[in-house]
C-alpha cells in the first residue's frame, strides 16, 4: 500500500520559521529581569587555587552575582562524575571555570569577570596521554575512587587513566600464527572542534521557595542532563525543568551540561532572576568540548586470499580533563575498530586517559569516527600488499545477513554490501584513471563503517487530537537541526490518517513531554518513531470504534486516511472533526500514549551474558572519493564524495541527505582544515578566522545514495543516518591521495606540509617490491 | 556578545578636519576606514583606540578616476568597488585579482584599501599588486602632503612611516607599461576565504623584440615582515631573453630573497618551497598574458 | 558618551541612543529586537550577522551603528511581506536548504544580493557570493539549488 508521507521529501516543519528569521534559539531567549552571564577562566592548565578575591568584581555597576566553586561545590559529570561546576580547589585545563558574574548587561559581567583576583600554584601539566600513562606522570584525579561513578566502568584508580576496557573473542594468538602476512600500523586521529554556529549557551532560574531549577537549553538530550542536574545537586526530578529551545547545531558537544552548568550555578545566588550565559565563540572553540583525540594500534593477521584471521587494537583516548561522555566513547565507540568484518579472533585494549586539555566529549560518530579512520586506513594498506582490490576485500569480508557480530549477535538487514557497490559505481571505481593535467594528479579512495545505536534506550510520547481534529505530538525529541520534529509528524500523520498539516510538535518542556533518552546515536527515528506508532495506534483506535458506534458500523470495516473517515468503497463517510464534534462536544480531546524499549527484543540475542553489547539496529555506510591533489603544493581539493548510507527505510529522504551531504562536508573539514594548534595547553587559534571551517567553495560533487534494507522493527522499516556518515570521510581522502600521490598519511590532519613531506620521503625510499 | 570596549568618537568631514583632530587625540586615536581590522582587534581585547576618528564621511577620501598620471583610487575605496570598476580591469586587472582573492564579499564590501595598506600585515592582498604596479601613496598630515612608493610604506608588521596625525588620503597607481602583464598568486589550505599563506604579485613587460623582458617586478606578502620585492627574482628575469629556465632562476630567487617565519598556519621552509612554485607559476602566467596581449 | 542616531531599517525610520562603540548588530537584536540577525563569532569570521546595507553584503558585527547613519539596513525580517514570502525563502523551504538554520538568514540575504545584482548567476558565482557564511550542519548543497531555483523564481516574477 503506498504511503502518503513516509518515504517523501516533506518539506520541513520548521522551515518557514527558518526562512523568515523567527525560530528562536537559546541565544536569542529574553526573559522579565533577565541577567546575563561571563565566566572567569583558568589560563593555566594544572594548578591549585589558592585564593580567589571577588571584592572588587562585586563593586561594580550592574553585578548581582559573583560566584565561585566553593559556593557552589558540587559535581556531575557523564558515567563518572569527575568534574565541578565551577572550580573548587584546583584546575585541570586552561579555560576551566573559576568563577561567574551575574549582572544586569553582558558587558558590565564580563568587565566584572576581569577584576576578579585569583591566586593559583602552578602543576606540573600533561597534554600527550601517551605522557599521562607513564609510571611517574602526576596524578590529575587522584580522587578518582571516590567519585560517583556507574557500576559498569572499570576505572584505574592512582593513575591518569579514568576507564579501561579489556575485551577478547577467539584465539588471538593462534589467529596470528595462522595469518600469512601480518600487518601492525599506529594511526592518530586529532581532537577537533564541534564549532556549531550557536554557541553554546543556557538559561537557568531558581526559586528558592521550591527549591527548582528551570533551564533553558540547546542541548539534544533534555532528560538526561535534568537527570544530571537533580543527582548532581541532590534534588527530585520534579524540581529540575528543562526547557527545549530550537539548537543551532550540537553535533554531540550540547550532549552534556556545559553552559547550563554556569547558568546554573549563577541562578542559585540571583533571588530568583534567571541568567542567561552565552559562549564567546573563542570559549566555544578552546573551553566546550571536542572531539577525542586518540592514538591507535593495530595488528590485524590476513590470509593471503584476504581473509581475517585476527586483530587486535590498542587505542589511547585523549580524555581532556574531564571525562564527559568519554568513558562510552571509550567502551562502545572503539569496537568499530574491528569493522564491519568477520574477524574470528579478536583483542582490545582501550584506555580513557586524562590530560591537561579542553573536554573531550560526544562528538558526530562518538568514537566511531575515530575508529573508521584506523580500520580503513589499515584496510587498503593490507589490500595493496595482497595486490587485492580495495573495493574486493571489503566484499570479500563484509557482513551480510546471518553473520554473527563479536557479541554472537545475529547480523540482520545489513546493507553493507550494497553502500559498497553503489558508492563505488557511482564514484567510477575501476575506470581508468584521468590523465594527469600539471601539476595536479587524480585519485579516488573508499572507505566503510559500522556504528551500532546505543541500547537499550527508551522513547515516550503522547498525542493528543484536540476538538477540532488538530494533533499535537507530545514527546522529548528537541530539533537540533536534523528535521527531527518533520520526521516524527510524517510517521504520526501517516500511522493515525491525517494531514501533516495538522499535526504540531511543540519544543520538549520535560514539565510536560515525557521521556527521551536523546536525540543522538541516530536514535530518534527508530526509537520515537516506534513511540509515536505505538500512540498513533492507540488515538487512531479509539477514534475507530467512536465513529463505528456514531456511524453504525463495526470499526474493523471503517478506515481514516487524510482526516477522513471512509469504508472499503472510498467514499467518505465523515470528518475526523465530526467525530470529536460527537464525542467532546463542550471541549476534550483524544490521547494516546507510546512508549519503546527494545529492551527484550529476541533481535538482540547474543552470546550468554553478551547482550549488553547487541544493537538493535546496524547502520552501514560507504563513501568514495576522487580528489585532486596539487602535487607542487600539496593542497588536496576534494572533487566527488559518492556516499552510499544504509537508512533501513528513508522517511524522508530530503532529510537523509541533508544529514549525508552535511556530514560529508564536517568530514572533510575536520580532516583537511581543522586543527588546533597548541601551546603549553593553551589553543592558540581560538578564532574561526585560523580555525577553518568549510565554506561553499570547498563544497565537492556530493552524491547521496540511500540502501533501504527494511528492518522488522523499526518503523517503517527506518533505521537511522546521522552518526556513521562522519565516520567514513577522512579514510576515503586519505585513501584517495594515496591513489593520487602514493603517499599515506598516518596522523591527522592532513595537510598539504605532510603530503609534499611523505612524498619527499618515498620519493627516498621507493617501496621494495617482493 | 562580542563588545567593543568605549571610546571617544569622531566624525571629520574633511581631510583637514581629519588630520587637526588626530593630532590634537594624540597617542591612542586611530582612523577608522573600513573597520575591519580595527574593530576586529577592538573586539579581541588587544590594545585599541581610546579615541577613533572616523574617515567615512570624508569625500576626498573617494573615488577612482583616470588621471594624465595613472589612477587614482581614493584610500576610502573599498574593496568590492576595485572588483567591480571596469577602468580598473581595463587598466591595472592585477589589482581586480588580488581584490577577488582578499578576504569574503563582505569584508570587500566593508574593507578600504587605505585600511589595508595602513593596517600593514605582512599578509596583505593588496599590497604586492600595488608594489608591481609601482604605485604611490599620498599622505597628508600636520606638516603637510607627502607621496611615497608604496613600497616604502612599510617597517614592519603593523608599523608603518606614518607620523602622529597622518592619513593616507589617495593611491596613484601608473598606467601599466607597453607590453606587459601582471598576475596575483595566492596559497591557502582551503578554496574559501582564509588569510593567506603566502602571496605572489609578478610583472613583466616585454621588450620591444617581445624575446626578453625590459622590466620585470616581483612582490611578495607573508613571507617576510614587510611586503616585500624580490631583487634576486627581478634581476634574473632581466639577465637575457626570456625562457623557463630563466623563470625558474627567477623563483628560486624569489625563495632566496623571502624571509617566512613559521606560525599557526604554516612552516617557514614550507612558505619558502612555496614561494618558488608560486613565483614560477605567477610569472608563467605574466608570461603568457604579456606575450598575448596588446602592443 | 551617547549618541541620538535615526537610523532606517527595513524600511522604517529609528530615533535611537546609542554608544560610539555600540555595533549595528547590538542595535538589531537589543534595542530593535530583531533576533533574525545573528552573532556566531563577532570578529566577521562566520557571517552570520550578515545584512544588507543599500542592498550589499555586510558583517553587521563590524559596522559601528553611527555608520548605519544615511543608509539602508535590510534584515532578513522585511523579506516577507504581506503578500507572501520572498522567493529566495520559498525556495529554500521547498529545496530544504536548512538543518539547524542559524545561518539560513545570511545565506537568503546574501544570494537577494547577488540576485538582485546579477540576475542569472553561474554557480560558481553562487558560491563565492555565499562564501562568507559558515555552515557547519554542512547544507551547502541543497542552498545552492535553492538559490538557483528562487533566483529562476525571481526572473519569472520580474
Known sequence: MSQTYVGKPVPRLDGLEKVTGQARYTVDLDLPGILYGAVLRSPLPHARIVDINCDEARRMPGVRAVVTGRDFPYTF?????????????????????????????????????????????????????????????????????????????????????????RYSTGNLEQGFAEADEIFEDEYYIHAVAHSPLETHAAAAQYSAAKNEYTVWTSSDRPYRLATVLSEALGISLNQVRFHSMFSGGGFGGKAALVAEAVAVALARFTQGRPVKVVYSREEELTASQTRHAAFMKLKTGVKRDGTFTARHADVVWDNGAYCSLGPDVAYRGVLTIFGPYRIPSIGLLSRLVYTNKEIGGAYRGFGTTQATWACEAQMDVIAEKLKIDPLELRLKNAYVDGDLYLNGQMMRTVGLKDTLTLAARKIGWGSPKQQAAGSKRRGIGMACTIKPTATPTTSYCFIRINQDASVVLLCGSPEVGGGQKTVLAQIAAESIGVPIGSVSVPHPD?????????????????????????????????????????????????????????????????????????????????????????????????????????????LFATHAAEVEVDSETGVVRVLRVAAAHDVGRAINPALCEQQIEGAVIMGLSNTLFEEFKMEKGRILNDTLADYRLASTMDLPQIDSIMVESMHEEGPFGAKGVGEPAAAPTAPAIANAIFDAVGVRIHNLPITPEKILQA???????????? | MNHLPPFAYFAPRSIAEAVA?????????????????????????????????????????????????????????????????????????????????????????????????????PASDMAPALIVLDATLTVEGPTGRRTLPVESFFRGPGVTVLTPGEVITNFLVPKMPGRSAATYERLGRSQGTECALLGVASLIALAENRLEAKAARIALAAVA???????????????????????????????????????????????????????????????????GGRA | MSIGIEICVNGLHHQLDVKPQTTLL??????????????????????????????????????????????????????????????????????????????????????????????????????????GVLCRCGSYKKIIEAVVAGGEQMRRER
Not at chain 1, 759 to 770: F, G, H, L, T
Open chain 1, 77 to 165: 559529570g557523564g558515567p563518572v562524575k569527575d568534574q565541578p561546576f565551577l572550580a573548587i580547589d584546583r584546575v585541570l585545563y586552561v579555560g576551566e571555570p573559576v568563577a561567574a558574574v551575574a549582572a544586569e548587561t553582558e558587558f558590565a559581567a564580563q568587565e566584572a569577570a576581569r577584576k576578579i583576583r585569583v591566586t593559583y600554584q602552578e602543576l606540573p601539566a600533561l597534554f600527550d596521554p601517551r605522557d599521562a600513562l607513564g609510571e611517574t606522570a602526576a596524578v590529575l584525579h587522584p580522587d578518582l575512587h571516590t567519585y560517583r561513578r556507574a557500576s559498569q566502568y572499570d576505572i584505574v584508580p592512582g593513575s591518569n587513566i579514568c576507564t579501561i576496557r
Open chain 3, 26 to 131: 547590538e542595535v538589531l537584536r537589543e534595542q530593535l529586537r530583531l533576533t533574525g540577525t545573528k552573532e556566531g563569532c563577532g570578529t566577521g569570521d562566520c557571517g552570520t550577522c550578515t545584512v544588507l546595507l543599500d542592498g550589499v553584503t555586510v558583517n553587521s558585527c563590524l559596522v559601528l551603528a553611527v555608520d548605519a547613519v544615511g543608509h539602508e539596513v535590510t534584515t532578513i525580517e522585511a523579506l516577507a511581506t504581506d503578500a507572501g514570502l520572498h522567493p529566495l525563502q520559498q525556495s529554500f523551504i521547498e529545496h530544504n536548504a536548512m538543518q539547524c538554520g542559524f545561518c539560513t538568514p545570511a545565506m537568503i540575504l546574501s544570494a537577494k544580493a547577488l540576485l538582485d545584482r546579477k540576475p542569472a548567476p553561474e554557480t560558481a558565482e553562487i558560491k563565492q557570493a555565499l562564501s
Open chain 2, 225 to 291: 615582515p614587510v611586503p616585500m620585492r624580490s631583487k634576486r627574482a627581478e634581476a634574473a628575469l632581466l639577465s637575457g631573453p626570456l625562457t623557463e629556465d630563466r623563470l625558474w632562476d627567477a623563483a628560486r630567487g624569489a625563495a632566496a630573497d623571502c624571509m617566512p617565519i613559521t606560525d599557526i598556519r604554516a612552516t617557514a621552509a614550507y612558505r619558502r618551497e612555496m614561494v618558488e612554485v608560486m613565483t614560477l607559476r605567477g610569472l608563467r602566467r605574466a608570461w603568457e598574458q604579456a606575450v
Open chain 1, 759 to 770: 612524498m619527499r620521503q618515498s620519493a627516498k625510499n621507493p617501496p621494495v617490491q617482493d
Open chain 2, 21 to 121: 583632530m588626530l593630532t590634537r587625540e594624540g597617542v591612542g586615536a586611530y582612523p577608522l576606514a573600513g573597520g575591519t581590522d580595527l574593530l576586529v582587534r577592538g573586539k579581541r581585547g588587544h590594545p585599541f583606540a581610546k579615541t577613533v576618528v572616523n574617515l567615512k564621511l570624508i569625500p576626498e577620501l573617494r573615488g577612482i578616476e583616470e588621471l594624465p598620471d595613472g589612477i587614482r583610487i581614493g584610500a576610502l575605496e573599498v574593496i568590492a568597488a576595485l572588483q567591480r570598476s571596469a577602468l580598473i580591469a581595463r587598466e591595472l586587472p592585477v589589482l581586480a585579482e588580488a581584490a577577488e582573492r582578499l578576504g569574503s564579499p563582505s569584508i570587500r564590501n566593508m574593507a578600504t584599501l587605505g585600511g589595508n595598506i595602513g593596517r600593514a600585515s
Open chain 1, 510 to 618: 520535560t514539565q510536560y513531554t515525557p521521556f527521551d533518552d536523546a536525540v543522538g546515536s541516530s536514535r530518534t527515528t527508530y526509537h520515537m518513531g516506534n513511540a509515536i506508532r505505538m500512540a498513533s495506534r492507540e488515538v487512531r483506535e479509539k477514534i475507530l470504534v467512536h465513529a463505528g458506534k456514531i456511524l453504525g458500523r463495526q470499526p474493523e470495516a471503517l478506515r481514516l486516511s487524510e482526516g477522513s473517515i471512509s469504508d472499503g468503497s472510498g467514499a467518505e463517510l465523515m470528518t475526523l472533526e465530526g467525530v470529536l464534534q460527537k464525542v467532546v462536544p463542550r471541549g476534550g480531546c483524544i490521547i494516546g500514549e507510546g512508549q519503546y524499549s527494545p529492551e527484550g527484543s529476541p533481535l538482540l540475542a547474543a552470546a550468554p551474558g553478551q547482550t549488553a553489547m547487541s544493537s538493535i539496529f546496524w
